[in-house]
């Protein structure tokens, strides 16, 4: 057994994330320029906090680093890279990182915008399976926005409904990729895919099988972890359901991929969804769609020639005592459901941005009709704190 954590009396080890010596931060002002305010929230890797910039009183988040893994060999010098590397993305459906550091008492740490929203799994969770016309939309505009990492030779390498934002602008959904706190750059060694201690990383229900053995990553396994995400919006549940990092390389390497359907009541979905997800959740990299632009077309290719009934479809099987449709619970704070089935043959089309320079519209099909509107702003609980996205236009028309 570790010894107890002298602020918290823990004995998990020293991967464990002291949310005592976290908390201590509280009203203090990070490195002379960031004071932090509240918690916004935390997992294994660190703890994030709303704070102000307070040269320019600008709000923002700001994510502090397990003061354990901090204190590893050569840690910071892995951390500086990511960050930097993290912090020249820029995409309307990307996370802003405007700044990185360690302050003199060690504590290292990097800022974000500061977002307002729910993620897809506190989504899901609220209101159940979504339909297919909003679950292909959210997950479109983040492959887009993860299509621009890949260029900047970024592999997010934790994709999950977590680390995927739902804001409300101008009454429509607009996602955000969040947490790119476990980037690699494509050149890194393979080594370094690993923790000090020999952990993989990553989350075990949306790891592909290369990452769960520890072998290299590209933008290939970022997008079996997209699949996955999708899946779970459809049916509240991963593919494989796997807890560990060995139960999912063995169920990925040794099961099919689970209908939709058959975790799906009253919404059911077009075979050629599932040979999409049977594609893009192959256990061998060169078996899967090879960039992001293939996956997107292959997902729409998938939903093409449904009708708004069939993409409209509310499941059945979701989350018990959610009124569907009504908007009750909504965070959008106008009585609906911010853009749910707005999207897919309605021409509107708010944060989607061409992920590259080689990204165009499909031969034969109608031209986009519609952008973001320029400096539209969040509900009342669904604002963000950096810029308003310009006016984007789509890359490929819609079924």
Request: contains cysteine.
């Amino acid at each position: 057994m570790a010894a107890p954590c002298p602020h918290c009396g823990s004995t998990e080890g020293q991967d464990h994330l002291c949310a005592a010596q976290s908390l201590q931060l509280l009203g203090q002002v990070l490195d002379g320029r960031y004071k932090i305010e509240s918690v916004l929230g935390q997992g294994g890797m660190g703890m994030v906090f709303r704070a102000t910039q307070t040269s320019v009183q600008r709000p923002v988040a700001v994510k502090t680093l397990n003061p354990s893994l901090a204190a590893a060999p050569q840690f910071f010098e892995r951390f500086r890279r990511e960050a930097e590397i993290a912090s020249r993305l820029r995409h309307p459906n990307v996370i802003t990182i405007f700044d990185f550091g360690r302050a003199a008492d060690g504590t290292c740490y990097y800022v974000m915008e500061l977002l307002k929203g729910e993620s897809l799994k506190e989504l899901v969770k609220r209101e159940g399976p979504m339909t297919l016309r909003r679950a292909v939309n959210l997950l479109e505009q983040a492959t887009l926005g993860l299509a621009h990492a890949h260029e900047e030779g970024c592999v997010h390498r934790d994709l999950k409904p977590h680390n995927i934002m739902v804001q409300a602008l101008d009454g429509k959904d607009f996602v955000k990729v969040l947490d790119f706190g476990l980037v690699k750059a494509l050149e890194q060694d393979e080594e370094e895919q690993l923790t000090s201690t020999g952990q993989v990383l990553g989350t075990p229900q949306y790891m592909p099988p290369e990452q769960a053995g520890g072998e290299s990553v590209d933008q290939r396994s970022d997008l079996y972890s997209m699949a996955g995400v999708l899946y779970f919006c459809l049916t509240g549940s991963s593919p494989y359901g796997a807890n560990t990092v060995r139960k999912a390389l063995t169920a990925s390497l040794t099961q099919p991929v689970p209908p939709v359907n058959s975790k799906r009541q009253g919404a059911p979905v077009p075979p050629e969804l599932d040979a999409f997800f049977t594609k893009a959740l192959a256990p061998e990299k060169e078996d899967r769609y090879q960039n992001a632009q293939e996956f997107i077309d292959a997902l729409l290719d998938a939903v093409e020639g449904l009708s708004a009934d069939e993409l409209d479809a509310h499941p059945t099987g979701g989350t018990p005592g959610v009124e569907r449709g009504t908007g009750s619970r909504s965070r959008a704070g106008s009585g609906s459901r911010a853009g749910s089935g707005s999207r897919l043959g309605s021409g509107s089309r708010a944060g989607r941005a061409p992920a590259t320079g080689k990204t165009g519209s499909r031969a034969g099909l109608a031209p986009p009709r519609g952008t973001t509107p320029a400096g539209a702003q969040a509900a009342p609980r669904g604002t963000s704190n950096a810029n308003s996205p310009a006016p984007v236009a789509a890359n490929r028309a819609r079924p």
